[in-house]
């Protein structure tokens, strides 16, 4: 949780509010795997638990450093240093450079455009009730 708090305070100072939104993400979810761990740490702290739930709760704190060890990873991922690596965090489009000359947009003084017509009839309901 250190390096991800490191790793969120740096894509704050950074200024890229993408780069903050996925080190932040990642920190989220990290926070609710701790959540969890915590309470399987009480399974194996609790002296009235039997094997079963101490070996179970032992499996899923594994689960959960696993996890948070991925997490961390995918964070480090959201820096910049591989950012040049991932296709989908480039973010650009290609426009014309030119207006083209039929824009519907535009108001050309020649043509008069009338408003739309207004339907007089009241609405109708629906036959099913």
């Given at each position: 949780?250190?390096e991800?708090?490191?790793?969120l305070?740096?894509?704050?100072?950074?200024?890229?509010m993408?780069r903050?939104?996925?080190?932040?993400?990642?920190?989220?979810?990290?926070?609710?795997?701790?959540?969890?761990?915590?309470?399987?740490?009480?399974?194996?702290?609790?002296?009235?638990?039997?094997?079963?739930?101490r070996?179970?709760?032992g499996?899923?704190?594994?689960?959960?450093?696993?996890?948070?060890?991925?997490l961390?990873?995918?964070?480090?991922?959201?820096?910049?240093?591989?950012?040049?690596?991932?296709?989908?965090?480039?973010?650009?489009?290609?426009?014309?450079?030119?207006?083209?000359?039929?824009?519907?947009?535009?108001?050309?003084?020649?043509?008069?455009?009338?408003?739309?017509?207004?339907?007089?009839?009241?609405?109708v309901?629906?036959?099913?009730?």
């Open positions: 949780m250190t991800l708090g490191t790793l305070t740096r894509a704050r100072q950074s200024g890229d993408g903050t939104a996925c080190v932040q993400d990642k920190h989220d979810r990290a926070e609710i795997v701790l959540e969890v761990a915590t309470g399987e740490l009480l399974v194996l702290q609790d002296s009235s638990a039997d094997g079963q739930s070996a179970f709760a499996e899923k704190l594994g689960e959960a450093a696993e996890r948070i060890s991925g961390v990873g995918q964070a480090r991922a959201c820096q910049g240093d591989q950012e040049q690596k991932r296709s989908d965090a480039q973010n650009t489009a290609n426009q014309p450079k030119t207006v083209i000359p039929t824009d519907p947009t535009s108001s050309s003084a020649g043509i008069q455009r009338l408003p739309p017509r207004i339907d007089p009839r009241p609405p309901a629906s036959p099913v009730i």
